[in-house]
T-cell receptor, first 113, second 113 residues
Framework: RKEVEQDPGPFNVPEGATVAFNCTYS??????FFWYRQDCRKEPKLLMS???SGNEDGRFTAQLNRASQYISLLIRDSKLSDSATYLC??????????????FGTGTQLKVEL | NAGVTQTPKFRILKIGQSMTLQCTQD?????MYWYRQDPGMGLKLIYY???????DKGEVPNGYNVSRSTTEDFPLRLELAAPSQTSVYFC????????????FGSGTQLSVL
């Protein structure tokens, strides 16, 4: 089983739709969780951290389910500019320095007119 | 602020050649990282550094070397390039370890033919 698994998509949705992605992780000791956004041929950029109680940033809502070991990202009122690949990132601790970040392979979202 | 700057953006190498990917950051971050991203794969950590003079191996260090003589610079050296090193390379930095936001450079697309 991969450490971090994501459905690669693509998810093709019309503008204005609501779309959700899930990401599962295998290490129950994972400590922190993030969603990064990566545009085609560009560098990843942090979209949002994922907190235990769930958190929202505008049209984006992130949830964490530790019992089932998954995180989710919900995007409401999709915009064309939301088209990108969304990377699930899990940190399962620090060993002698340096992040122990594991990146998922990403879920591709295409928002269409 | 320029953030994290990587050079070059593109490079083609012949098998057996060597090169250095440059990375510099102006945010006074202690932590710096080199990742590679292959198509359909998550980012893999090559090397990281927790401060000037301190480096350590990541998940996929074979065929690479790094140095960290200053806080700002973290070059990645490829010796005896092989086709398996064809990838997109990202340098990143963070203020602290353990899940802190990563700031990425714009990437270097390297082809080894």
């Amino acid at each position: 089983r991969k450490e971090v698994e994501q459905d690669p998509g693509p998810f093709n949705v019309p503008e204005g739709a609501t779309v959700a992605f899930n990401c599962t992780y295998s290490n129950s000791a994972s400590q922190s969780f993030f969603w990064y956004r990566q545009d085609c041929r560009k560098e990843p950029k942090l979209l949002m951290s994922v907190y235990s109680s769930g958190n929202e940033d505008g049209r984006f809502t992130a949830q964490l389910n530790r019992a089932s070991q998954y995180i989710s990202l919900l995007i409401r009122d999709s915009k064309l500019s939301d088209s990108a690949t969304y990377l699930c990132v899990v940190n399962w601790g620090v060993t002698g320095g340096g992040n122990k970040l594991t990146f998922g392979t990403g879920t591709q979202l295409k928002v269409e007119l | 602020n320029a953030g994290v700057t990587q050079t070059p953006k593109f490079r083609i190498l012949k098998i057996g050649q060597s090169m250095t990917l440059q990375c510099t950051q102006d945010m006074n971050h202690n932590y710096m990282y080199w990742y590679r991203q292959d198509p359909g794969m998550g980012l893999k950590l090559i090397y990281y550094s927790v401060g000037a003079g301190i480096t350590d191996k990541g998940e996929v260090p074979n065929g690479y070397n790094v140095s960290r003589s200053t806080t700002e610079d973290f070059p990645l050296r490829l010796e005896l390039a092989a086709p398996s090193q064809t990838s997109v390379y990202f340098c990143a930095s963070s203020y602290r370890q353990g899940g802190e936001k990563l700031f990425f450079g714009s990437g270097t697309q390297l082809s080894v033919l």
